[in-house]
């Protein structure tokens, strides 16, 4: 099994920054994709970022230029900054990754959840 353990979270105000990271434990073999996944209520859970093992990103249109997603492939982890916050900004986000195991290729996990509150 593979645990998804997400950290960073909270309230801040418009215009200040968070870090959110997320670290992958369990019986990894391979790590083929980690990223970043947000809901409001009511709402489906929409992407926000995510990186690819070669390195390749891939970013929602409302994010472009203030967040940024990072892979330590090491440590099995994924990093987002996000800068330059704004309220519609606020949201649970969620950490997904599509993982390999000596029991399954390609599943996908997700973590628990951290909320992340922007005021105005």
């Known amino acids: 099994q593979v645990q998804l353990v997400e950290s960073g979270g909270g309230l801040v105000q418009a215009g200040e920054s968070l870090t959110l990271s997320c670290a992958a434990s369990?019986?990894?073999?391979?790590?083929?994709?980690m990223g970043w996944y947000r809901q409001t209520p009511g709402n489906q859970r929409e992407l926000v970022a995510r990186?690819?093992?070669?390195?390749?990103?891939d970013y929602a249109d409302s994010v472009k230029g203030r967040f940024t997603i990072t892979m330590y492939y090491a440590k099995n982890t994924v990093y987002l900054q996000m800068m330059n916050l704004k309220p519609e900004d606020t949201a649970v986000y969620y950490c997904?990754?599509?993982?390999?195991?000596?029991?399954?290729?390609?599943?996908?996990?997700w973590g628990q959840g951290t909320q992340v509150t922007v005021s105005s």
């Open positions: 997904n990754a599509v993982v390999s195991t000596i029991v399954v290729t390609g599943a996908e996990f």
């Open positions: 369990g019986s990894i073999f391979s790590i083929t994709r």
């Open positions: 990186v690819t093992s070669g390195g390749l990103t």
